[in-house]
């Protein structure tokens, strides 16, 4: 059963890197969602309002928060367990449109970052997937990274970065990276 939670103003949802079993659902007051820019590493804010829901990605994808949660005034949360968070959409497809609006910009965003880094225009695609798996490396965000060298070679096992490439995936191997 889903639980309501207070918090007061200057308290923590979550922080970065936390286990991500929780995802919740704004009733009243107003929370900042502060996660790093991909490009710059520096931190973005999205304040959140009532109604509106955060933490679902990582919950969902079971993985670390990649944000944290902060309270910018006192706040009313309910809380939901995954299975909770499912049952509840199951019979509210607003909430599922909403989420999909909300999930369909951020990739939009993320698609316009990650082409303006790699400056796509200029680049063919070997290129392209190889230099994203740098650019993971470089903010040591290891298991992307992975992820995305482990895509290159398979994709482009003739590539003209398939040296560099394995070079670095055995790397990520060894420091104990999987998928």
Do not use: W
């Amino acid at each position: 059963m889903p639980r309501s939670i207070d918090y007061k103003k200057g308290a923590i949802v979550y922080f970065e890197g936390d286990k991500a079993d929780k995802i919740y659902v704004l009733q009243d007051g107003q929370i900042d969602i502060a996660s790093r820019d991909i490009e710059t590493n520096e931190y973005s804010h999205d304040i959140i309002g009532p109604g509106e829901f955060f933490g679902v990605k990582s919950a969902i994808g079971n993985y670390a928060r990649e944000d944290a949660a902060n309270v910018l005034k006192d706040s009313k949360v309910m809380a939901f367990s995954v299975q909770e968070f499912e049952a509840f959409c199951m019979g509210n497809a607003r909430i599922v449109m909403k989420m999909l609006k909300v999930f369909s910009n951020q990739l939009r965003d993320i698609h316009k970052q990650l082409s303006e880094m790699i400056q796509q225009k200029d680049t063919d695609p070997d290129d392209g997937l190889y230099n994203i798996g740098e650019l993971f490396l470089k903010q040591s965000k290891y298991d992307k990274a992975y992820y995305v060298l482990k895509r290159y070679i398979a994709q482009y096992p003739n590539g003209k970065n398939i040296a560099n490439a394995k070079k670095n995936f055995s790397i990520l191997e060894k420091m104990g990276v999987k998928d």
